[in-house]
């Protein structure tokens, strides 16, 4: 879409002025594939893929925010990341933040996750071993950044150049987001690829793990008279 990296890049502001992890054109896009799920144009069979259900029909009528609103049901209240997000970034240690990042490796699978925090280290953070279906083994190094803003490709060569020779994998994760040359860079042919995880994958990732996050289901009770009709 040819869309400049100063728009691109323009984090994220809530009304009540906390910026949650996410640019502002992430947020866009991810309203826009919440409305066309409820429409029922697309659908995710699981986080990040998406697929469509079916086309737009030419000759209807176009669609308007306020015939959009009378088919979708309102999009959940989003205030929890936000708030989420400024405890990450404001309230908790730097060294809490590497120890919750460490309670994440080992939810997730890792096995002598270590968080090392010394100084002149080359920016890494802690250590651990990922273990792939119970046979395969990556020793992998990881950094933790509690930004508000955004990283740059230069803090992701920063990264690779202290993790080579130290491990198979590379894991930078934040609290803000990554711009998009540094996407590009930790995956950048001819160098050791960096896994990257935002502040949005952070948050859906303790919420899925229900570290300091709870969800509250409420129950949908129906009664099937057929099935009484039957006896």
């Given at each position: 879409m040819a869309i400049p990296d100063a728009l691109a890049n323009e984090p994220r502001v809530s009304k009540r002025g906390v910026a949650d992890g996410r640019t502002e054109l992430e947020y866009e896009l991810a309203w826009g594939r919440t409305q066309l799920k409820g429409l029922g144009y697309i659908n995710n069979s699981q986080r990040g893929v998406w697929s469509i259900v079916k086309?737009?029909?030419?000759?209807?009528?176009?669609?308007?925010?306020?015939?959009?609103?009378?088919?979708?049901?309102?999009?959940?209240?989003?205030?929890?990341?936000?708030?989420?997000?400024?405890?990450?970034?404001?309230?908790i240690s730097p060294s809490a933040f590497e120890r919750l990042?460490?309670?994440?490796?080992?939810?997730?699978?890792?096995?002598?996750?270590?968080?090392?925090?010394?100084?002149?280290?080359?920016?890494?953070?802690?250590?651990?071993?990922?273990?792939?279906?119970?046979?395969?083994?990556?020793?992998?190094?990881?950094?933790?950044?509690?930004?508000?803003?955004?990283?740059?490709?230069?803090?992701?060569?920063?990264?690779?150049?202290?993790?080579?020779?130290?491990?198979?994998?590379?894991?930078?994760i934040t609290t803000g987001y990554f711009t998009r040359e540094a996407i590009k860079e930790a995956v950048r042919e001819g160098a050791p690829a960096i896994d990257l995880v935002d502040g949005e994958k952070l948050i859906e990732k303790l919420k899925s793990l229900s570290l300091g996050v709870n969800t509250e289901l409420i129950e949908s009770v129906s009664l099937d008279k057929s099935w009484f009709e039957s006896l």
């Open positions: 086309t737009v029909d030419p000759n209807a009528s176009p669609l308007t925010i306020s015939s959009i609103s009378t088919q979708v049901q309102a999009i959940p209240n989003d205030d929890w990341r936000a708030e989420l997000n400024t405890i990450l970034t404001e309230v990042i460490q309670r994440i490796l080992r939810e997730t699978g890792f096995v002598q996750v270590e968080v090392t925090g010394r100084t002149n280290d080359g920016g890494i953070d802690g250590k651990g071993i990922a273990k792939i279906n119970g046979m395969l083994s990556f020793y992998v190094v990881f950094q933790a950044k509690r930004y508000k803003g955004s990283v740059s490709s230069a803090q992701v060569r920063d990264f690779r150049g202290a993790m080579v020779g130290r491990a198979d994998k590379g894991l930078l």
